[in-house]
């Protein structure tokens, strides 16, 4: 664990950690908990961002879970311990991290206005309410779509933002 999932068990009481195990505080979401967590280990096929629970706590509130897989766990040798087979990723959504748009323009090759657009784009604003959010002419906003379509190989709005959205970090820095 790093310091910011140390803090999140201490103080919270959706989580505790339970023979060097995470474990939800309650009993119906800790089976659902375990479940991604063999799922992930297992042969099942997950989806490319994982699995995601959620982890509620007694306020109403909580965190959510993504779980990923790791190289299943093998040791590299007898007297080696095992190897982690999965990785839990908890964040509390109200701390969600903001959309990753320096790091996915520099990866997709987009400049500064396409960037502007596709963000604009992503709480799915039509091309019209975009441009106007952004100050800038409708037939602008369309050139940069169709560019970025064309540097991130998508074709559609959905698409597009399906893309950014798994470049999101499943933690923010804590």
Do not use: C, W
């Amino acid at each position: 664990m790093n310091r910011s999932a140390e803090r999140q068990v201490k103080t919270s009481n959706a989580l505790r950690i339970v023979n060097s195990r995470i474990e939800a505080m309650r009993v119906e979401v800790s089976s659902i908990l375990s479940k991604a967590i063999s799922d992930a280990i297992g042969d099942e096929a997950l989806a490319p961002g994982g699995q995601q629970v959620a982890l509620p706590d007694d306020d109403g509130a909580g965190y959510l879970a993504t779980v990923l897989p790791l190289d299943r766990g093998e040791r590299r040798n007898l007297t080696s311990p095992f190897a982690a087979a999965a990785a839990v990723f908890v964040q509390d959504p109200t701390l969600a991290p903001s959309l990753p748009g320096e790091a996915f323009a520099k990866l997709y090759g987009l400049t500064g206005g396409e960037l502007r657009v596709a963000l604009a784009r992503s709480p799915g604003l039509g091309l019209k309410e975009a441009a106007d959010l952004l100050g800038i002419r409708e037939t602008t906003a369309k050139t940069h779509l169709q560019r970025i379509f064309e540097k991130t190989g998508t074709s559609r709005q959905a698409e597009l933002i399906q893309l950014l959205m798994a470049a999101t970090p499943p933690v923010k820095a804590g």
